[in-house]
C-alpha cells in the first residue's frame, strides 16, 4: 500500500500485544481490514515530493526512492519481484526488512509539517527557519518519537537531523496545505488522529499533537476538506 501516515494494516503480523489492533483513524469499523485483508498488503514508504499543478498534471519536485516491505519482516519473492518492475522503470525501490520504522521516519515529518504548514500557509523551508514553527514541529516529533519507541520502532536518526532534512526540501509546499488550497479532502486522520490514537492506546500523553491536530481538524472542517 502507498499512502502517507499510519496504515490500516500497521498492527498485522507486528507482534507485541497490539497485534492485530485496527486503528479506527484510518480504518473505522475495520472496514478495510475485512474487505481487502492485509495478508495481501506489501508496506511502501514514498519519497518523492510533487506538487498539483492542475487536474492530471503533477510537477515532481524530487525524489524516486520508494522504499518496500513485508508487514512480517521477511524478504519475500513478491517483495523482491515487485522492487525489481519498479528499478527497471527508473526508480529506487530497497526492500526493506523493518518497513514500519522507515514508515515512522516519514510520518515524523508529516505528523509535524504538514498541519503546521496547512495551519499557516507556510513553506516546509520557511517553517524551519521560524523559530516558532520550528520549536512546535520538535515538539511533535518528541511525542511521536516516545509513541514510536514504546512499540518497538527505531528511530535511525535525530529530530533534529529530521526537521534539517525537511528544510533542506525547499520552498516545498506539504500535501496537505494542497489539498486545502484546493478543496480537498486532507489526510488528517492517517498522519495526526491515528498517531493519537497510538498515544491512548500506549499511555502516552500528546498535548501538543491534541493542540494542533484539534486547530487543524477545525481548519478543515471551516473549509469543507474533512
Known amino acids: 500500500t502507498m499512502q502517507n501516515g499510519v496504515p490500516w494494516w500497521y498492527f498485522h503480523k507486528a507482534g507485541g500485544a497490539l497485534e492485530g489492533t485496527r486503528l479506527g483513524a484510518v480504518d473505522p469499523g475495520g472496514e478495510i481490514w475485512q474487505r481487502i485483508r492485509p ?89 524551519v ?18 509513541i514510536g519507541e514504546r512499540i518497538g520502532v527505531r528511530f535511525p536518526v535525530s529530530v533534529d537531523r529530521r526537521i534539517k532534512g525537511a528544510g533542506d526540501v525547499g520552498e516545498h509546499k506539504t500535501s496537505m496545505l494542497q489539498d486545502l488550497e484546493r478543496g480537498r479532502p486532507m489526510e488528517i486522520d492517517a498522519l495526526v ?3 493519537q490514537e497510538l498515544g491512548r492506546l500506549t499511555g502516552q500523553p500528546t498535548p501538543t499533537i491534541d493542540s494542533v491536530l484539534a486547530l487543524v481538524r477545525r481548519l478543515a472542517i471551516e473549509r469543507g476538506c474533512y
Open 193 to 195: 488522529t491515528a498517531v
Open 39 to 127: 495478508e495481501r498488503v506489501i508496506g511502501s514508504v514514498v519519497y518523492p515530493a510533487v506538487e498539483v499543478d492542475a487536474p492530471g498534471l503533477i510537477r515532481h519536485v524530487e525524489g524516486t526512492r520508494f522504499s518496500l516491505g513485508e508487514p512480517s519482516g521477511e524478504k519475500s519473492e513478491r517483495a523482491t519481484a515487485l522492487a525489481r518492475e519498479m528499478v527497471k522503470a527508473g526508480l529506487q525501490a530497497p526492500v526493506r526488512e523493518d518497513i514500519r520504522s522507515e514508515i515512522w521516519v516519514k510520518l515524523w515529518g508529516n505528523l509535524s509539517f504538514n498541519p503546521i504548514s496547512a495551519l499557516t500557509g507556510s513553506t516546509l523551508a520557511a517553517i
Open 129 to 146: 527557519a521560524d523559530e516558532g514553527t520550528r520549536a512546535v514541529a520538535r515538539a511533535l516529533m518528541l511525542e511521536a518519537q516516545a
